[in-house]
Every structure is written in C-alpha cells, then in structure tokens.
C-alpha cells in the first residue's frame, strides 16, 4: 500500500507529470467542481481542505483544473492508508459527499479505484457504505539496464508485482544499440503479458547507471558500462512505437522503491546505497528525492576513501566504488574476471562461497563494509538521515558486511550518541531499481489520475505492433 510521506509544506502542488502525456478531457468532467479551492492535497498532512465560491461565475477551465486536481485527493486519500467509505473520503478530506460520489465513479471507470466490502470503520449510524481501495488492473512498467543484466517488473497501484524478468547480459561489452533492442524485446514481452491478463499499462521508465538527465532521459554518462550521452529515454521510445519513456539513475529509482513499498516506508529522511558493480545512492530529504543543483547528485561510488588506491573507471584513483562494488569484492577474494563470467551472478557466488565458510569472502566483505560505513558516515553527517539502506547487491551480501557498515556509523558520526541512524536492508535487493522504474510512473497516477486513459490508449497500439 502507498504511504504517502509527512514531509512537505502545505502549499506544495503536486506538479508530477508524465512527460508527452497529453490531457483527456474525456475523463475530466466539470461540472462537480469548485470555483476557487485552498486545498491541502497531501493525505498525509491529516487535515480538512477550504473551500471558497468564486463571486463570479466559474470557467469551464477553472472546473476542470479544480476537478482534476480534486481526483487526485481523493485517489491518494484512499492509497494513503485503510479502504474506507464515500462517506468517510468525504468527512477527511473536507469534499461534499455529492462531489466524493462523483470522483469515485470517474476513478472507478478509469480502473484506478474498486469497491469492495463494507466500511466497518465509517463512523456514522446505519448501514456501512462499501469501502474503496486501490484497483490492481493499472499497471506500469519498469525496465533497466544494468553492466551484467536486462531486467522488467510490471506492478500494480497496491504494490504487486503481476510480470518480471531478468536476463544475465555482459553489457560492459556491448554497445548501446543491440542492448537497447534487447530491453526493449523485454518490453513487449511484458505488455504482451499485460494483454493477456486484461491489466492497463499506463507507462514505462528506465533504470540506468550513471548521470542521467531525468528531464530529457538522455544517460550522459555510464563509466561501467562505457557508454555516453545516449538518450535512452527517446531510443526506448522509438522502438516501442512513439510510448512516452522515462528514463532516471538507478539508484535514485532505488531509493524510489524502498520509500514506495520497500523498508523505508514512512521514512522522510534516508539514504538508500545501491551498489552492483558500480555504487551509487539515492536520497530523501523532507520525503522528497534529493538530486542535486543539476541532478547529478548522491554519487556516492565516487566519493574518495583512498587518495592512493586503485583506479576507477570515472577517472578518478581510490573512489569508493573501487572497494564495495560487488567485482571489487570478488577481485579481493581471489575471483578473476574469468571466473566471475563463468559464474554468471557474482553476488550469488560470493553469498555461496561466504556461507561455506570461504576466509577470503568473508574478509574482502569485511572491508568492503567498513569502507562502506566511512563513506556513509560523512554522507550522514552532511544529511542528518533517521536511516541508510542497504541495496542491490549489499542486499544480499549484508550479514557479512552490515556489522562492520553499523560500527562506523556509531564511531563516526557527529551526532550518534542523539540521534541515531539504522542500517535497514532493502526487501528487493538486486530488484529495487526496476521496482522503482515502475513506481516512478504509479507515483505520478495518484498526482495526476485523469491521464490514464489517454496514456493506456497509446500503449495498448503496442502489442498489436509485430
């Protein structure tokens, strides 16, 4: 279930839009709407919404921006917790039940809100009204593009994932065009997959390492996998038949997903470090992702815990990255390039080897999780984060490295003996950043549910492409 976070001001518009989207006036209807509306949007800030009748009579475009606007309350109204009754929409969000009424029944037939039993909770004498929650029909799709993988997950508005994928792949090798046609095939398969199960796929992004202009969905730079300003957002489209693409840093997608349904539920402030052969982080602060002046930030493969260490593939000499990527660890261990290939998932040979009781596993994560805590100690100082949590690959191979990562922290922060901060370890592992491909596109349903018919019409057109 969504949990909306605690953390914005109350006069935050919810602006999130899936971008190429165009309106649907079709599933917008004025006529329930106010005139002027001070609305307080964010369920979670648990307070009624004010009202006010414009003197004048009210334009078409004014009910339509306040009726839009009021579908999204109600939709993050009924994600943000319990089902619950028309009735009792009504009395928390301050609508009037005939408006409640009406939303619902627009939501309802855009595949986005169900009935289903009685509100046992309503409050109010006689029979319960029916409760509503959140359908699992509208889905998204999530892709990525990983150095050693290809993967897809569809989920659902409740949190479930209905189709996954994933496909071991040396892209490190590779150049951009045969990759991109891969996870594309991998696209189609899944909306084929969607069809048959008569689910609405509403939208697609892309998980990928390095800098990425989320605005553009152009990948600027991957070290790891070689590869530069590739606009893989427009490429992806292009082979899915014009379907608007996405396209954002992994680990940003990451750290999407842990705060969507993962361990850092209800967090506001958190780091989440996602590391495969590269590492990186995403995070929250005041229940919103941090990214930087450019969008470029929390690269924290690349900070420096060793001014005379190995070289890195940024350029750079003794980058984190060089320590706690998971070929680091294996390289330390005494696993070759050439075993590490034959191996196919590195993590799941280190996970074999350390649970046998492997020394040289065991030691090489030891010091990748001290080095792990170094860095994420000053992060935490800059930050002032409740939590860090482990992903990708740090999943896991975290019972032999977590303690080292918590003894850090606990030496090493300023403010530990106030304050402290977890060390949580994510429930999805090596599948948080294409989980959070998916959530990028369901985050932005529950802001902006009128777009999904017009979305769902252009995607269904691509199955039926050969």
Not at 114 to 137: F, H, K, N, V, Y
Not at 338 to 354: H, I, K
Not at 437 to 445: D, F, I
Not at 455 to 462: A, D, I, K, Y
Request: proline share 4%; with cysteine; net charge negative.
């Amino acid at each position: 279930m969504f949990r909306p976070s605690a953390g914005r001001t109350r006069n935050q518009i919810l602006t999130i839009v899936l971008a190429g989207f165009s309106l649907c006036d079709g599933h917008t209807k004025p006529a329930a709407g106010f005139a002027h509306v001070s609305v307080d949007i964010h369920p979670s800030w648990n307070t009624r919404m004010s009202f006010e009748r414009a003197g004048s009579a009210p334009s078409r475009s004014d009910q339509t921006t306040v009726r839009r606007a009021n579908l999204g309350v109600v939709l993050q109204q009924i994600a943000g917790g319990e089902p619950r009754s028309r009735a009792r929409v009504a009395a928390e969000t301050g609508l009037t039940r005939g408006t409640v009424s009406s939303l619902v029944g627009e939501l309802i037939e855009l595949d986005l809100l169900r009935e289903t039993g009685e509100d046992q909770r309503s409050g109010r004498a006689g029979r319960p009204g029916l409760a509503l929650e959140l359908s699992d029909r509208v889905v998204a799709v999530g892709l990525e593009v990983n150095v050693d993988y290809l993967a897809v997950c569809v989920e659902d508005l409740a949190g479930n994932v209905r189709y996954e994928k994933h496909v071991h792949a040396d892209n490190r090798r590779s150049a951009p065009r045969p990759v991109l046609n891969r996870l594309a095939r991998l696209a189609r398969d899944a909306e084929e997959a969607i069809a048959a199960e008569g689910l609405v796929s509403v939208g697609v992004a892309v998980a990928v390492p390095g800098l990425v202009s989320a605005e553009t969905g152009e990948l600027l730079r991957a070290p790891n996998l070689g590869w530069s300003e590739i606009p893989v957002a427009d490429e992806i489209s292009a082979r899915l038949d014009g379907v608007p693409v996405r396209a954002d840093n992994e680990a940003n997608l990451a750290a999407l997903a842990e705060h969507w349904q993962g361990v850092a539920r209800g967090l506001d402030n958190f780091i989440c470090v996602f590391a495969e052969v590269g590492v990186g982080a995403g995070i929250f602060i005041g229940g919103d992702l941090f990214r930087g002046s450019h969008g470029f930030g929390a690269e924290l493969g690349h900070i420096t815990i060793d001014p005379a260490g190995l070289p890195c593939e940024c350029g750079a000499v003794g980058c984190l990255e060089t320590i706690v990527g998971q070929d680091a660890i294996a390289r330390r261990a005494g696993i070759g390039e050439e075993e590490q290939r034959r191996a196919r998932n590195v993590t799941r040979e280190l996970v074999r080897r350390a649970e046998h009781g492997d020394t040289a596993v065991i030691g090489s994560l030891a010091e990748a999780g001290r080095s792990l805590g170094i860095g994420l100690a000053s992060a935490v100082n800059l930050f002032d984060v409740d939590a860090v949590v482990l992903g990708g690959c740090l999943g896991p191979l975290s019972p032999w490295l977590v303690s080292e990562v918590r003894e850090a922290l606990e030496a090493r922060v300023l403010s530990a003996g106030w304050s402290g901060c977890d060390v949580l370890v994510s429930e999805f592992g090596e599948g948080a950043a294409v989980r959070g491909a998916a959530a990028l596109t369901l985050r932005a349903v529950l802001a902006e549910p009128w777009r999904v018919a017009e979305q769902s019409r252009v995607l269904s057109g691509v199955i039926s492409q050969p």
